[in-house]
């Protein structure tokens, strides 16, 4: 994954050009920014497939009672 990858990255710059060198520290920004993007991708997907649900669920019980009626009305 993006994550695990730039967390290699990280680690391989901090061991060859050491913990306190600017490269090392770009790519700690860098790691951080994916990382946050790679968490809240997944949030929203979450999200977005809690909603899928629920909308689905909404359209079939509005199809069970819509059939209901049409039941009771002959």
């Given at each position: 994954s993006?994550?695990?990858?730039v967390t290699?990255l990280s680690?391989?710059i901090?061991?060859?050009?050491?913990?306190?060198?600017?490269f090392?520290?770009i790519?700690?920004?860098?790691?951080?920014?994916?990382?946050?993007?790679?968490?809240n991708?997944r949030y929203y997907?979450?999200?977005?497939?809690?909603?899928?649900?629920q909308?689905?669920?909404?359209?079939?019980r509005?199809?069970?009672?819509?059939?209901g009626?049409e039941?009771r009305s002959?």
């Amino acid at each position: 994954s993006h994550s695990s990858t730039v967390t290699a990255l990280s680690l391989a710059i901090g061991l060859q050009e050491g913990f306190t060198s600017p490269f090392f520290a770009i790519t700690c920004i860098f790691a951080f920014i994916v990382i946050y993007d790679a968490v809240n991708v997944r949030y929203y997907a979450g999200k977005n497939i809690q909603l899928t649900k629920q909308l689905i669920s909404d359209i079939e019980r509005s199809e069970e009672r819509r059939v209901g009626k049409e039941c009771r009305s002959r």
